[in-house]
């Protein structure tokens, strides 16, 4: 015998995630395939099909209309250098929506296009678009192979822009690191891939692919983010 007490009882195991967290049924508890997030962000879009069309029209509309204006007003090569340069600041602007309206969807918020809009960091937003959108653009010019690879590994970039409020250097870098140590490089690939799909179904079907793919992506951010996801 001896007066040493026993030792205590091991701990109760820890409570089962809220619904709609990582590690619950909806994320399957491992790294989310494209099937996943791609069916979460179809059923998503069912549910929130006015915003996630108005947030894809948005910069459509505006390209079309400064396309109108510089071909009918601007001549010579330095209006047609300030002119791309406006469409880029434009397509920034106007393309902020769809990223912010995926956010406050997976983030279990009303999808709100004038929310979207309310912003404090417009100038370095219009950077990060105009650096982001050559470096994938470069990419394809080179072989279309590295366009592809700055998607996989830089396609969460803007939602860490944006949700992160990191600057754009580190955004791109935190990005790189989460699609590297998660192994994400394929799922955002091919939720990008099929966001494009509905160019082939006369242009009309990428009013459904693209909607899907911007909240299949922003699904995928929450993981790496580490955060829960709206179920």
Request: glycine share 12%.
């Amino acid at each position: 015998m001896t007066d040493v007490p026993p030792p205590p009882p091991p701990p109760p195991p820890p409570p089962p995630p809220p619904p709609g967290s990582w590690g619950a049924p909806q994320g399957g508890g491992g790294v989310p395939g494209a099937g996943t997030a791609l069916s979460y962000g179809w059923q998503k879009f069912q549910q929130n099909v006015g915003p996630l069309l108005i947030a894809i029209l948005i910069p459509l509309v505006a390209q079309l209309v400064l396309s109108f204006v510089i071909r009918t007003a601007v001549t010579g090569v330095a209006g047609v250098a300030v002119a791309q340069l406006v469409g880029m600041v434009v397509s920034a602007v106007a393309g902020i929506a769809i990223y912010r309206v995926a956010l406050q969807i997976t983030a279990g918020e009303p999808a709100d296009i004038g929310a979207a809009f309310t912003y404090d960091r417009w100038g370095e937003w219009i950077a990060f678009s105009i650096v982001f959108g050559l470096i994938v653009g470069i990419g394809f010019v080179l072989c279309i192979v590295p366009g592809l690879l700055a998607l996989a590994f830089f396609g969460l970039a803007p939602f860490f822009f944006l949700d992160g409020r990191l600057s754009l250097g580190d955004a791109l870098n935190a990005s790189r690191q989460a699609v590297s140590s998660k192994g994400l490089a394929f799922p955002i690939l091919l939720s990008i891939i099929v966001g494009g799909l509905g160019l082939i179904a006369c242009v009309i079907g990428v009013f459904v692919t693209e909607p899907v793919a911007y909240v299949a992506v922003a699904f995928l951010y929450r993981y790496a983010a580490g955060q829960p996801v709206a179920a």
